[in-house]
């Protein structure tokens, strides 16, 4: 964490919020006493993500592709309903 005076903050407003915008927290101090805290609204992205690690791209390939009938069965019984009879 940064710090700066209250004057420091007055004469360098926008590098100051560089800083905050750049994801840094600044402390602000009057007279060598803490007063406050500026902190950035939300933390960035990463700005690199690695996907190589994503479950979606390392899974295993599924045994076997489910029938509509299945997939129909399957997803009314995790709404709570019983599944559905075949004619």
Request: charged share 25%.
């Amino acid at each position: 964490m940064k710090t700066a005076t209250v004057r420091e903050l007055r004469n360098n407003y926008s590098k100051i919020l560089r800083w905050i915008g750049s994801g840094e927290e600044v402390q602000v101090t009057r007279r060598g006493t803490p007063i406050a805290k500026v902190v950035p609204v939300e933390e960035k992205a990463p700005a690199n993500l690695d996907w190589s690690k994503s479950a979606a791209l390392t899974r295993k390939p599924w045994a076997r592709t489910l029938s509509a009938d299945e997939s129909a069965a399957m997803l009314a019984e995790n709404q709570g309903f019983s599944p559905r009879a075949s004619p």
